[in-house]
């Protein structure tokens, strides 16, 4: 199965911008998705297909991909922002085709 | 407005069985492909299995291919997990997905709330 890399940690100030990479080769042939999982809730999808974003979610939420990694980037943070952070692809010619990256804990200082 | 309610978790022997539920509303149940994910305690997300809409198609994590067993009722817009031989590290939070209904198929659009699993003698 694919493998996913994203960094444990990101810190950002409120009012700053936050970048949260997911790399690995399936990156540059499918779609990434990203979720956000605050403290004691369920995941929700903030960003699909490498940069749509779903009704209801902040436009400072914003996806891109370059090459083998896609970039969540988190404009104008706020408090409320901090969680942790999750991509997702799916890899079609796998058998366990759903895989998700190993989370990036977002703080803001 | 979608929703999906899981239930079914508790406490189970190792070796034990268990079964989750989710039901659903407030879309076209059989239209859509479901997933069930779960996270360990303090640990991340993991995919566990799939189901297409039809039910015809199925996916398994390695860690539960022959254990688990993924169903769906859309007559009466519900999931199921058939969990057997259950291990220690079973233990998690096991939450129910929806495909994209406004989105995109890959990506899991709405997450029920989960239901606590816990392996242990």
């Known amino acids: 199965s694919a493998v996913l890399s994203q960094p444990p940690s990101v810190s950002v100030a409120p009012g700053q911008t936050a970048r949260i990479t997911c790399g690995g080769n399936?990156?540059?042939?499918?779609?990434a998705h990203w979720y956000q999982q605050r403290p004691g809730q369920a995941p929700v999808l903030v960003v699909y297909?490498?940069?749509g974003r779903p009704s209801g979610i902040p436009e400072r939420f914003s996806g891109s991909k370059s090459g083998n990694t896609a970039t969540l980037t988190i404009s104008r943070v706020e408090a409320g922002d901090e969680a942790d952070y999750y991509c997702?692809?799916?890899?079609?010619?796998?058998?366990?085709?759903?895989?998700f990256g190993s989370g990036t804990k977002v703080t803001v200082l | 407005e979608v929703r999906l309610s899981e239930s079914g978790g508790g406490l189970v022997q190792p070796g034990g069985s268990l079964r989750l539920s989710c039901e659903a509303s407030?879309?076209?149940?059989?239209?859509?492909?479901m997933t069930w994910v779960r996270q360990a305690p303090g640990k991340g997300l993991q995919w566990v299995s799939s189901?297409?809409?039809?039910?015809?198609?199925?996916y398994y994590a390695e860690s539960v291919k022959g254990r688990f067993t993924i169903s769906r009722d859309n007559s009466n817009n519900s999931l199921y997990l058939q969990m057997n031989s259950l291990r220690g590290d079973d233990t998690a939070l096991y939450y129910c997905?929806?495909?994209?209904?406004?989105?995109?198929?890959?990506?899991?659009?709405?997450w029920g709330q989960g239901t606590m699993i816990i392996v242990s003698s």
């Open positions: 399936i990156i540059g042939t499918t779609s």
């Open positions: 997702q692809v799916w890899d079609g010619l796998s058998d366990h085709p759903y895989v």
């Open positions: 189901v297409s809409g039809s039910g015809r198609t199925t």
């Open positions: 407030g879309f076209t149940f059989r239209s859509h492909a």
């Open positions: 997905a929806i495909h994209g209904v406004t989105t995109t198929p890959d990506a899991f659009e709405t």
């Open positions: 297909d490498d940069d």
